[in-house]
Antibody
């Protein structure tokens, strides 16, 4: 059974770079697309972007200038970098596997999530 | 971006009640619509994908319907573990977007 686990600093200073890694176990990262999603405290879900093992990416336009998602197939991991963070980037960050059947896409499973707080 | 609007934003119900949540897309998304349940402090879990397909392992009390711009999630008999927040999501075109959520509370 595939499992995802986010890891990285829980506290980042304003203007610095947020870096998170998602480790995939129970499945090869080469098989699917992989996404990052975030959820500010008490608010809804926002999709950040996805990556395919080939390195192909797609980002949400509102974050595109600050986001980089990368993949390390040797470690079965993919990563998120978000630059120039502000308090508005404080959120629980989730990684998730994209299931795709034809043009149908859904997220399953998700990691447990990790809270990242932006504060000096 | 495609905007997803859920209604209601919250509702109160009792165990055993039939509950219906609606999701409307700002443009036609065919049937590229998913539903997730998020329990407090936990990650979301998919219930329904492609508008009406029940995810493996999800109880049959959950059902989805709709196509185009209007979609519905129905819980036929609410159980204690169903008191949670529900989100719809469109995957018709990127950026994938979610509804604002519907919180189901105990009456």
């Amino acid at each position: 059974q595939v499992q995802l686990q986010e890891s990285g600093p829980g506290l980042v200073k304003p203007s610095e770079t947020l870096s998170l890694t998602c480790t995939v176990s129970g499945d090869s990262i080469r098989t699917y697309y992989w996404s990052w999603i975030r959820q500010p405290p008490g608010k809804g879900l926002e999709w950040i972007g996805y990556i395919y093992y080939s390195g192909s990416t797609n980002y949400t336009p509102s974050l595109k200038s600050r986001v980089t998602i990368s993949v390390d197939t040797s470690k079965n991991q993919f990563s998120l970098k978000l630059t120039s963070v502000t308090a508005a980037d404080t959120a629980v960050y989730y990684c998730a596997r994209e299931r795709r059947v034809g043009a149908t896409v859904w997220f399953d499973p998700w990691g447990q999530g990790t809270l990242v707080t932006v504060s000096s | 971006d495609i905007q997803m609007t859920q209604s209601p934003s919250s509702l109160s119900a009792s165990v055993g009640d039939r509950v219906t949540i609606t999701c409307r897309a700002s443009q036609s998304i065919s049937n590229y619509l998913n539903w997730y349940r998020q329990k407090p402090g936990k990650a979301p879990k998919v219930l329904i994908y492609a508008a009406s397909s029940l995810q493996s392992g999800v109880p049959s009390r959950f059902s989805g319907s709709g196509s185009g711009t209007d979609f519905t999630l129905t819980i036929s008999s609410l159980q204690p573990e169903d008191f949670a927040t529900y989100y719809c999501q469109q995957t018709y075109s990127t950026p994938w977007t979610f509804g604002q959520g519907t919180k189901v509370e105990i009456k």
